[in-house]
């Protein structure tokens, strides 16, 4: 079972260039998110898609976009990187929005922008 | 807001001690909650988790109790060993109109048990 895949695992981009992190689940889940992680901030939320055809902002969603392409991917763009992007990207997806179902996570992807 | 606060680490233990992680909440409404397990260079998984008030949530000898009147979800285990090493995350799920889903997470507490 694949799960959750992210790519690319590891990406180096110049100020100013823009690059896009692709994700996508074969689990059938209606609900996707993008995370990113920073030492001492833990988990902060850029955006999450509760349903396909639907996006919305998380706690820190300056300067990104994203798309839910389908139901499997749900993309997030850079538009012109900044050093403060630098960070560990995790998408994620849930079965629903439901008190019971938990979220399942990617690898990961690490970006650093100098 | 809606938060979710951990204790600092790192935690160092020796191997068999009896381990708590603090976590405390702030949330509109009644949220689910959750603690996730990261092992390096891994993503996030889930640990356990419980979804209304006096559930306890276990799993691989961890546990955690929702605790309403305290806003807690402290994780225990009464004796670690040296493959628990990892970061664990305390989360929260909220639920209702415009939060529908939405997973926050707290900062993450690093534990490191040595043999």
């Known amino acids: 079972n694949a799960g959750v895949t992210q790519t690319p695992k590891f990406q180096v981009l110049k100020t100013g260039q823009s690059m896009t992190l692709q994700c996508a689940q074969d689990?059938?889940?209606?609900?996707m998110y993008w995370y990113r992680q920073d030492p001492g901030m833990g988990l902060r939320l850029i955006y999450y898609s509760a349903s396909e055809g639907t996006t919305d902002k998380g706690e820190v969603p300056n300067g990104y976009n994203v798309s839910r392409l389908n139901k499997r991917e749900f993309s997030l763009r850079l538009e012109s990187a900044a050093p403060s992007q630098t960070s560990v990207y995790f998408c994620a997806s849930s079965p629903s929005q439901g008190r019971n179902t938990e979220a399942f996570f990617g690898q990961g992807t690490r970006l650093t922008v100098v | 807001g809606n938060s979710v606060t951990q204790m600092e680490g790192p935690v160092t233990l020796s191997e068999e001690a009896f381990l708590t992680i603090n976590c405390t909440y702030t949330a509109t409404g009644y949220p689910s909650l959750f603690w996730y397990v990261q092992y390096p260079g891994e993503g996030l998984q889930l640990l356990l988790k419980?979804?209304?008030?006096?559930d306890k949530g276990s799993n691989k000898g961890f546990e955690a109790t929702y605790r309403k009147e305290t806003t807690s979800f402290h994780l225990e285990k009464g004796s670690v060993q040296v493959s628990d090493s990892a970061v664990y995350f305390c989360?929260?799920?909220?639920?209702?109109?415009?939060?529908?889903?939405?997973?926050?997470f707290g900062q993450g507490t690093t534990l490191q048990v040595k043999p």
């Open positions: 689990m059938n889940h209606n609900s």
């Open positions: 419980a979804t209304k008030a006096d």
């Open positions: 989360a929260l799920k909220l639920h209702g109109s415009g939060n529908t889903g939405k997973l926050i």
